[in-house]
Every structure is written in C-alpha cells, then in structure tokens.
T-cell receptor, first 113, second 113 residues
Framework: QQQVKQSPQSLIVQKGGISIINCAYE??????FPWYQQFPGKGPALLIA?????SEKKEGRFTISFNKSAKQFSLHIMDSQPGDSATYFC????????????FGKGTSLLVTP | DAGITQSPRYKITETGRQVTLMCHQT?????MFWYRQDLGHGLRLIYY???????DKGEVPDGYVVSRSKTENFPLTLESATRSQTSVYFC????????????FGEGSRLTVL
C-alpha cells in the first residue's frame, strides 16, 4: 500500500503563479521528508528536504511546509517558471531500510508562459 | 566521470527470458537501491543493499534477484521476465543510510513482449 499519498496528480499553473503540491503520511516512524524533481528521460533529483522538528524550510523559490500533528507536508513553488515544468515526488523515509525512500505517486506540473 | 551509471538504457526482451540490468557507482556509497517507475504508481522500491554481500527486499521484490559482490556494482536480474515487469528501472545510491540525498541514475527502460 502507498505509504505516502500525494495530490494533485497533475497541475497547470501560469508563469509567475504559485504551485502547491500536498502529501500525507501515516507512519510516525518517518523522520525525513524530501521532495524530488524529475525531468523527462532523467532520474529524480533532490530538490529540498525537511526533518519533522522544523515546520518550514525555504530554499530560493521552493518552500516545504510541514505539519507534524496532521502528518502532512507540502511543496510551494513561488513565481513558477516554465523551466519548473517537471514531475515532482514527495517522499518519506525512516531509519530502518537505510532510509530508503517511500515515494508518493507524483505530480506532473506544467507552467504555461 | 564520477557518478552512477546504468546499462543498458533501453532493452526489449521476450517473456521468459533472463535480463540483467547493471548499476555502477563511483562514489563508494554504502547504500544502493533499485526502484521501478510505473505510471500511476510513482517509484517503488524493489531491493536495497547496505554494503557488499548485504541485500534486503523492498516493497515489490517478487520476480527479481540482486547481488552485490563489490561495493560499486549492484546488478538487478529478472530471472524469467514477464510483461508486468515492463517498466523504467532506476538505480540509486546514498552515502551511509542516514537521512540524506539519494543519487539516481538515468534509468533503464525495459520492455517485455
């Protein structure tokens, strides 16, 4: 069963707008929550990550918001650009299994000019 | 160049044949992982390895075999390929199995006819 639920499946945003992708998890043993970005024909690459002792982390135009009590976290992309068009995956991992990532199903983001 | 490389990048085979996908990393990372990516499922963990000669099952291990005789190599074998194993396979590595980045290869696209 999917341990990390991600929504929406696809998203269209105008250039300059805000893209928001949401994820939820159930397993409280998860203690690392990264977001990966994937372009067609390429492997996923780490975008930004957060630990549960922090409620928000910002890196440039990308922000993770984390709500530990609700077991939810989200990615906000400010001032979205056409170059941000990609598939985004949220993930969660825990100490056993070597912090192998449990991925959400992905969100296909299209930023229109 | 340093990094993680997968081969072959594209493979077409027939049902019942044995196929081996290769993965090689030059960083001497302890942990290595195999994921499969399918539309509507995101990335799912097949097997992972903490070190040479140490491997363990992930979420979807059935029909796959792995080995890790050397730290830098982590081949994935489909002993008798089935159509349901048509997928894009990604190999990844991480430094020590602590919370941190997984580095992904560019993927191997396998089609089973």
């Amino acid at each position: 069963q999917q341990q990390v639920k991600q929504s929406p499946q696809s998203l269209i945003v105008q250039k300059g707008g805000i893209s928001i992708i949401n994820c939820a998890y159930e397993n409280t043993a998860f203690d690392y929550f990264p977001w990966y970005q994937q372009f067609p024909g390429k492997g996923p690459a780490l975008l930004i990550a957060i630990r549960p002792d922090v409620s928000e982390k910002k890196e440039g135009r990308f922000t993770i918001s984390f709500n530990k009590s609700a077991k939810q976290f989200s990615l906000h992309i400010m001032d979205s650009q056409p170059g941000d068009s990609a598939t985004y995956f949220c993930a969660a991992s825990k100490p056993n299994s070597g912090y192998a990532l449990n991925f959400g199903k992905g969100t296909s983001l299209l930023v229109t000019p | 160049d340093a990094g993680i490389t997968q081969s072959p990048r594209y493979k077409i085979t027939e049902t019942g044949r044995q196929v081996t996908l290769m993965c090689h990393q030059t960083w001497s990372h302890s942990y290595m992982f195999w994921y499969r990516q399918d539309l509507g499922h995101g990335l799912r963990l097949i097997y992972y390895s903490a070190a040479a000669d140490i491997t363990d099952k992930g979420e979807v291990p059935d029909g796959y075999v792995v080995s890790r005789s050397k730290t830098e190599n982590f081949p994935l074998t489909l002993e008798s390929a089935t159509r349901s194993q048509t997928s894009v396979y990604f190999c990844a590595s991480s430094v020590r199995g602590v919370p941190g980045e997984l580095f992904f290869g560019e993927g191997s696209r396998l089609t089973v006819l």
